[in-house]
């Protein structure tokens, strides 16, 4: 159930960033790159683990890394850290146990992180020039 609610919700906040115009701003999918990133320290942080949250925080930096070197230099990497992010929440329990983080989180936010990617990359096939600053 979670992967259906992932990608609903996926459907609904691309379809609103469209509709709204967020999305007509380059910072939008690499914002959205840091939240999710930051998401699983605010787990360590409920569950009141240190270990969890200097791991967690290591693997955010990085993804955060990812989205700024994509917001300045060309947004397909953000089309690609996405879902990369995505792909992590799928194997993140093999190298860091976070306590605070819900059962179902990871295959809520994997699937919501692909459908993200995949309508970046759609977007950017679309706008070829919004990929890259003037």
Same mark, same amino acid.
């Given at each position: 159930m979670?992967? =259906?609610i992932g990608v609903v919700l996926g459907v609904v906040v691309c379809a609103f960033?469209? =509709?709204s115009g967020f999305d007509r701003e380059r910072v939008f999918y690499p914002t959205v790159l840091v939240v999710v990133a930051a998401y699983y320290i605010l787990f360590a942080a409920m569950a009141g683990s240190t270990q969890a949250l200097t791991l967690e925080s290591v693997a955010a930096c990085a993804f955060i890394a990812l989205a700024v070197a994509g917001f300045r230099k @060309?947004?397909?990497l953000v089309a690609a850290a996405i879902p990369g992010h995505g792909l992590f929440d799928f194997v993140h329990h093999? *190298?860091?146990? @976070?306590p605070g983080m819900p059962p179902w989180w990871p295959g *809520?936010? +994997?699937s919501i992180d692909v459908f993200f990617g995949i309508f970046l990359?759609? =977007?950017l096939t679309k706008r070829p +020039?919004?990929?890259r600053l003037p």
């Open positions: 979670e992967y =259906l960033a469209s =509709l @060309n947004l397909w093999m *190298f860091i146990d @976070n *809520f936010c +994997g990359a759609v =977007l +020039g919004f990929a």
